[in-house]
């Protein structure tokens, strides 16, 4: 994706520090959450078939993942590869046998 | 990446409605804000270079991502089209003449 | 509140900017989302029955409170007045006739 | 503070589970964290003394206040308290003598 030069051309590198972008990804994930937050469960497992929130939703999601992007880039981080490790970890910690159905944290 | 058959093999489709995703995916970010929000802006741009803290933040990026893939999959949401449609957008919306330098908001 | 001599005490009025403290608020938002997110919302009505997940919430409603009364007063904000306008403005923008049992949101 | 009459009077209460007011109090502070994630951190000292900036903060800081208090109603948490013991914690985890201008976090 063309997050990087998006920025550059705008001269947006100095408002674009780790520290400015992680607000601004809370930000958009604020508004994701304004869109579902008086859904039942069951109403937001339906909600993209609602014409407007649906748009409003992929939009929002659209922004969040621009900021997770641009995030990732400026500290110099493989999304999909600390993604994939993250999970490596995570099957290790949540065995398939004993996680079954279960929501139940496991222990770090 | 494997995030869905993740989810199927430990059965925890019905707790992966869109809103509880989206809960999941502000509490990871909310995780990622917790490590920078002492830090000076500069400081949080090197943040990388201390190994504990980046390795911390790596981990954090990875579950944002996790949950962000999972989230835009069982809305039916393709992330780079939504992200690519969003940042043309914003293109329109943030001329480059007019934008340089300046972090001042357009109108929607 | 000795949320203020607290801080002054351990020289901590550096860290405290309104940046800081508003990335610090979202962080505790997020572990309190984290509480939450796999509940379905009548488990979460019920959730201060059970004493485990009730001691944990509970911190974090304390620690979301903090932060929020050190946030105001570094900002200055009397925080009962400003909920307190805000209340009464989103009563002019959500009369009780038209409101009645909606969580439809209102125009600006 | 009228938080639990407003929402009685509109029939809200189907909608004021903890886990919808939690998502409502994480929306509305993502909405603050906008508006300070381009600012330096001195440039967030002094942003109440910009008018147009100020009000949407203190009308920002109104809206995560009230659903604070009712998120508090329905859980049944009185928040002075809450935020009393968790200082009283806090003071017991960082020592006035060790944390002297130290932002390092104390082991739980």
Same mark, same amino acid.
């Given at each position: 994706?063309?997050?990087?030069?998006?920025? /550059? /051309?705008?001269?947006?590198?100095?408002?674009?520090?780790?520290?400015?972008?992680?607000?601004?990804?809370?930000?958009?994930?604020?508004?994701?959450?304004?869109?579902?937050?008086?859904?039942?469960?069951?109403?937001?497992?339906?909600?993209?078939?609602?014409? =407007?929130?649906?748009?409003?939703?992929?939009?929002?999601?659209?922004?969040?993942?621009?900021?997770?992007?641009?995030?990732? /880039?400026?500290?110099?981080?493989?999304?999909?590869?600390?993604?994939?490790?993250? =999970?490596?970890?995570?099957?290790?910690?949540?065995?398939?046998?004993?996680?079954?159905?279960?929501?139940?944290?496991?222990?770090?």
């Amino acid at each position: 994706m063309a997050v990087r030069s998006f920025a /550059e /051309e705008r001269e947006w590198q100095p408002f674009h520090t780790p520290k400015n972008l992680a607000m601004a990804l809370a930000g958009e994930v604020g508004e994701l959450l304004a869109e579902l937050q008086w859904l039942t469960p069951e109403q937001s497992a339906a909600v993209m078939a609602d014409e =407007l929130a649906g748009a409003r939703i992929r939009a929002e999601i659209g922004d969040v993942t621009i900021y997770l992007v641009r995030l990732a /880039e400026v500290l110099g981080i493989d999304l999909v590869d600390a993604a994939t490790e993250k =999970l490596a970890d995570s099957a290790r910690r949540y065995p398939v046998g004993r996680s079954r159905g279960s929501a139940a944290k496991a222990p770090q």
